[in-house]
């Protein structure tokens, strides 16, 4: 299963953008929807994280490089998840993916953990 990411594009710095993405649907407990990003010629970093329990009740993570700029969220009618990032910087250009935990264990920052990704999506910030 690939989950399907989009939303990226050129953005000046101090903008914002909406990346979204498509759970898989295939979850039956609490399960969780994060989201990475690679910067050019870096490992891939954890970025932000939503768990997400079968009553709806959600609970967010985020990385402190953007904390207070990046919003994780959801709607359920739609089937889809939301990473709104505002106050763009140029360091903040990366490859973005959307991850799905199926069952959450405790941890959303592992990339291990999580059973299916999307393919990227690719945002820049000039500065």
């Known amino acids: 299963v690939q989950l399907q990411a989009s939303g990226g594009g050129l953005v000046q710095a101090g903008g914002s953008l909406r990346l979204s993405c498509s759970p898989s649907g295939r979850s039956h407990s609490t399960y969780v929807m994060g989201w990475f990003r690679q910067p050019p010629g870096k490992e891939r970093e954890f970025v932000a994280a939503?768990?997400?329990?079968?009553?709806?009740?959600?609970?967010?993570y985020y990385a402190d490089s953007v904390k207070g700029r990046f919003t994780c969220s959801r709607d359920n009618a739609k089937n889809m998840v939301y990473l709104q990032m505002d106050s763009l910087k140029p360091e903040d250009t990366a490859l973005y993916y959307c991850?799905?935990?199926?069952?959450?264990?405790?941890?959303?920052?592992?990339?291990?953990?999580?059973?299916?990704w999307g393919q990227g999506t690719l945002v820049t910030v000039s500065s």
């Open positions: 991850a799905e935990d199926l069952t959450y264990r405790g941890d959303v920052v592992q990339e291990s953990d999580y059973d299916y």
């Open positions: 939503m768990t997400i329990t079968w009553f709806g009740d959600i609970t967010t």
